[in-house]
């Protein structure tokens, strides 16, 4: 039975592989199956057993099997696919004819006409949440958690989301989520569990690659029950917070591993999202270049404009762009463009707001970050954003709990030395030094390229009297950012003066001198 399950998948994956080919290009593959002994010897095998087998693959159609007898009562009502009764064949050198069946033309077609063709951009189907509990009660939370993921997920403009409707036909079924993929045209199936013992809840989802099985992701959550709804809320936005880096790092990873003359426009973009994860001077560099170079041929692309202007608005920051100045002003207007290109998009929205930010429209800057929020509640994008134009509009209390919303959203995340960093400016400008110490420090401990994070470091440290730790962030921060120091720090967007001369006092404190 094992053989015969495996001819259908590899048909069924045959019609996949071949769809995007041309007709006359295409591999088309006979397979033939028989139940008999063989005979090994010194790494070969023979024998009836195999001749026969060699046979019925001869008189198989392309793309189809043929079983013998023998086989076909080893399967018979146990497999989804049916065979038709082919009758007695006489097959060439073997001595007396063999019964035979054939997969049914009409099971043949319905392997090619369920397997269809992936979107050009990532795709994941929902399946519905399977009720452990025991209790048919309990059928309407665990329906309402994959609902409201499917919800959730749809806000992502860059992520193609089947619709409930299509998603939750496998209910009660045991479907192969590689099937359920050919079925519903999508990369990758979430499917859970929900169970609930006494008053606690625990749900367990996985993230899974449908084109060949691999676990992306996979999480537990154990709740008390105190309010299902509440509940239901809280394992929503875990769960979708999960899931869209997890992809996102499995799509950059399968796009590291072609070649740049097989890669679509989507991996395209990953490969310039990998670039601007390392967060390097050279890196973005690199994530411009490609990024450039995709939206030559693609110069609407949402996505690819506000990474693009990401990646700008950093080069600016640092200086490491040749002309700061010049980056910061194209980083506002390729966001502009961004949002032209598509004004749902919650990135595009924060990248957007965070060149109104430097641009010292701080009132416009939150406007537009609380609109992205609206867009996505679950956007650590959005959520991080807003914590700084809060911590540089002088905001504290509602600056911190803005960044631990987007750490909370994705606390693996790379942006995450920018939520700390933040948290660091809002504890400076409440003159809270040591906790603004130890927010520059896991800033340092994400990602010690992040140069900003010395320099709240320094200043914290001067001021708490640690002279020495101050002098050594300083001369990290400067090694850190190129050309003037001084130019640099008068690009942060402070709104209020008291704040900015907060945080240059420090420095001064650390050995930053006067002028320089």
């Known amino acids: 039975m094992d053989a015969t399950r495996c001819a259908i998948e590899i048909q069924r994956g045959m019609v996949e592989r071949n769809a995007p080919v041309p ?20 790494g070969d095998i023979y024998g009836d057993g195999v001749n026969i087998a060699a046979r019925l693959e001869g008189i198989a159609q392309p793309g189809g099997i043929c079983i013998s007898d023998d086989a076909y009562r080893q399967v018979r009502g146990k497999l989804d696919a049916s065979f038709e009764d082919g009758g007695e064949q006489s097959l060439k050198n073997i001595a007396r004819p063999v019964r035979v069946y054939w997969l049914r033309s009409n099971e043949k077609s319905a392997i090619a006409s369920t397997t269809l063709a992936l979107p050009s951009k990532p795709s994941i189907a929902v399946l519905a949440f399977e009720n452990m509990s025991g209790a ?3 059928e309407y939370f665990a329906d309402g958690v994959a609902e409201d993921v499917v919800t959730a997920l749809s806000r992502l403009r860059w992520l193609f989301v089947v619709a409930r409707n299509s998603s939750f036909t496998y209910k009660g079924r045991s479907a192969d989520v590689r099937q359920v993929g050919r079925e519903l045209g999508v990369r990758y199936v979430l499917e859970g569990s929900v169970r609930k013992a006494g008053n606690r809840v625990r749900i367990n989802a996985q993230l899974i690659d449908a084109s060949d099985g691999h676990h992306v992701w996979a999480d537990r959550y154990d709740r008390a029950l105190e309010d299902i709804f509440a509940v239901q809320d809280e394992m929503t936005n875990q769960i979708t917070s999960a899931i869209a880096p997890g992809i996102v790092a499995a799509e950059v990873q399968r ?25 390097t001077s050279e890196d973005f560099r690199e994530a411009i270049h490609l990024l450039d170079e995709l939206l030559r041929r693609d110069p609407n692309n949402a996505t690819a404009l506000s990474d693009l202007a990401f990646a700008l ?8 762009a040749d002309d700061p100045v010049a980056a910061f002003a194209r980083s506002r207007e390729v966001a502009r463009h961004a949002v032209a290109s598509d004004d749902k998009d919650a990135t595009a929205q924060s990248i957007a707001a965070v060149g109104e930010l430097f641009s010292g429209r701080h009132d416009d800057a939150i406007r537009r970050l609380r609109r992205a929020i609206e867009l996505d509640p679950n956007s650590n994008y959005a959520h991080g954003h807003l914590s700084a134009a809060y911590a540089f ?26 939520w700390h960093i933040t948290t660091a400016w809002a504890h400076l400008s409440a003159e809270s030094f040591q906790e603004a110490a130890d927010s520059a420090q896991r800033a340092i401990d994400c990602n010690p390229a992040f140069a900003d994070a010395h320099g709240v470091l320094a200043a914290a440290s001067a001021y708490l009297g640690r002279i020495a730790d101050a002098r050594a962030s300083l001369d990290v921060f400067a090694s850190l950012i190129r050309g003037s120091l001084a130019d640099q720090l008068s690009a942060r967007p402070f709104r209020r003066p008291a704040d900015r001369e907060r945080y240059l006092t420090g420095l001064r404190k650390a050995g930053l001198p006067e002028k320089k």
């Open 23 to 42: 007709q006359d290009k295409r591999i088309e593959l006979r397979i033939g199956i028989h139940v008999g002994d063989i005979i090994i010897e010194e």
């Open 255 to 279: 796009a590291q591993a072609k070649n740049a003359d097989e890669l679509s426009t989507w991996e395209r973009l990953m490969q310039a999202h990998w670039h601007i994860q390392r967060f």
């Open 136 to 138: 048919p009660e309990q």
């Open 313 to 320: 608005h950093f080069s600016g920051s640092f200086a490491w």
């Open 393 to 418: 509009g002088g905001e504290p209390e509602a600056a911190i709990q803005q960044a631990q919303m987007a750490i909370r959203l994705s606390p693996r995340d790379f942006l995450n030395v920018i």
